[in-house]
């Protein structure tokens, strides 16, 4: 996982702004070993009090002042990074980050405070899914987290995959299976239902109600026999012991089982398929972390992380080393990842942009907020058809940049130049990269990202579906970067996938 962070002092606490979108404040100023050149801006006499509850615009709301725009800019400058490369992140953010399909899990030593979801608006992303949650770890301080994920749609497998029929269920995708017969596909079904997705005709669907089959002469055959459905599958549950039962809770909702009960399909077990059961695999996550500390003199410190990370890091064959004299790439050519890819995708993150007087110099008004922009990468891997100093490379740019109203940000059409960086992998641990980037200034940024993907698989040139160890470029590719231009600065996160 790809996340850094960037760290401020300021001594007033800061205002949120209309400008701001998805921020509580993001600190700047002082700590930074450059601060952005930007002049003060100048302090206007607040508008008078209209009699409506204060000055503004007669609602009852204050009217946010220019000044205040700018001193949120300020502080965003400062949280972003401005002049500073991009440091690990240390102990003052929790870096215990885990997540499934998207949502994420922070642990904190001794205590855990749990993250709850936010309805707080921020930018949509075509394809991508966003999710914010906020949290007070402490006294003073709170965290606000802006996830994007790509997760797909669970996908469709074959019966005898999902309920493991050649290995008799022991390995099972799913809950509920005990064990299958493998000749005919029959399942005997688990006693603790788990997530497992019940439709049965007579089964209970009300508050802690049982159904039972009781071993009587009275008892009609078809009261052992029930149609339905098990995870989409149509067939039949038959009670083979002498008594079986069926039990809810207090919601309705199917929980336990007694023993006896098997599921027969409809059908040919090889041609049916279960809809929808194969969670995505294979995604990626960008986003970043904002966090506010104001301690009991008033003073308020701001954090700012960029998070990047996948669900299946590339762990692609060995790169060796580039020759410092040379350039090249030892074993490079005989490599068996090949050729070049593009990859293209959607970026985020926090921005400031100033206005410049007609000598270059930063003066009111300013504006800070969330960005939405482009990612496209290069990744030049090794074979003949690659020069030898390109091989296992990888640069790219990051363009387009709107607010999270889809407005550009700057009439100067921001483009980062995310400068050519080698590729590193052992053969045991993911590829990654890092590099610097520019954006025309004197000011360098940074960047630095992994790729994502399976690394082997079957040859799609070969008719059959046979697995062998043929090796694929990478799917995917995620990052984080920061950047300096002109009348501006970025920082922020992408997702690029494979085109």
Not at 89 to 113: F, R
Not at 126 to 134: C, F, Q
Request: a negative charge; glycine letters at 14%; hydrophobic letters at 35%.
């Amino acid at each position: 996982m790809q996340l850094h962070k960037f760290k401020i002092h300021w001594g007033a606490i800061c205002l949120i702004t209309v400008l701001s979108l998805v921020m509580y404040g993001c600190g700047g100023g002082g700590s930074s070993s450059s601060e952005p050149e930007v002049d003060s801006p100048p302090t206007e006499t607040p508008p008078a009090d209209d009699g409506e509850g204060g000055a503004g615009d007669g609602d009852g709301e204050p009217e946010v002042s220019q000044d205040d725009i700018d001193a949120e800019a300020m502080r965003v400058a400062g949280a972003i990074g401005i002049g500073t490369p991009m440091p690990v992140i240390g102990d003052a953010l929790p870096t215990n980050i885990t997540h499934t399909k998207g949502a994420i899990e922070i642990k904190d030593e001794p205590e855990d405070t749990d993250l709850m979801k936010s309805d707080e608006m921020v930018a949509a992303i075509p394809k991508w899914k966003s999710n914010v949650y906020m949290r007070a770890p402490s006294e003073g301080v709170e965290d606000m987290i802006v996830l994007y994920n790509d997760v797909g749609p669970h996908t469709d497998e074959s019966y005898g995959t999902v309920f493991d029929i050649v290995g008799s269920g022991e390995d099972a995708l799913v809950d509920g299976v005990a064990s299958t017969d493998p000749d005919t596909g029959v399942l005997t079904l688990a006693t603790t239902v788990g997530d497992a997705i019940y439709t049965v005709d007579g089964f209970p669907s009300g508050d802690r109600q049982t159904f039972e089959v009781m071993d009587d002469p009275k008892t009609a055959a078809d009261d052992r026999e029930k149609q339905g459905t098990f995870y989409g599958v149509p067939g039949k549950f038959t009670c083979i012991a002498t008594s079986c039962s069926a039990t809810t809770d207090n919601k309705g909702k199917l929980v336990t089982i007694s023993e006896g009960w098997t599921f027969t399909p409809t059908g040919n077990i090889e041609d049916i398929k279960v809809k929808g059961v194969i969670p995505d695999a294979d995604y990626m996550v960008m986003g970043y972390w904002l966090e506010k500390t104001t301690d009991t003199a008033g003073k308020t410190t701001y954090e700012f992380s960029h998070i990047s990370d996948g669900a299946r890091a590339y762990i692609g064959a060995a790169i060796g080393a580039r020759d410092a004299d040379s350039g090249v790439i030892t074993g490079a050519e005989a490599h068996a990842v090949t050729k070049t890819a593009k990859y293209a995708g959607p970026a985020t993150g926090m921005y400031i942009m100033k206005t410049l007087d007609s000598l270059g110099g930063a003066i009111s008004p300013f504006s800070s907020g969330q960005f939405v922009a482009n990612a496209m990468l290069t990744a030049n891997f090794g074979g003949n058809s690659v020069a030898v100093t390109d091989q296992f490379s990888v640069s790219g740019t990051v363009s387009g940049f709107v607010d999270a109203e889809g407005a550009p940000i700057s009439e100067d059409r921001w483009t980062l130049k995310l400068m050519k960086s080698d590729i590193s992998g052992d053969g045991t641990l993911g590829w990654t990269f890092s590099g610097d980037t520019t954006g025309g200034t004197s000011d360098s940024g940074s960047w630095a990202g992994a790729f994502y993907g399976p690394a082997l698989g079957d040859n799609p040139a070969t008719a059959d579906d046979v697995e062998t160890d043929f090796p694929f470029q990478p799917g995917a590719a995620a990052g984080t970067f920061n950047g300096h231009f002109a009348n501006g600065h970025v920082a922020g996160a992408f997702g690029a996938t494979k085109q």
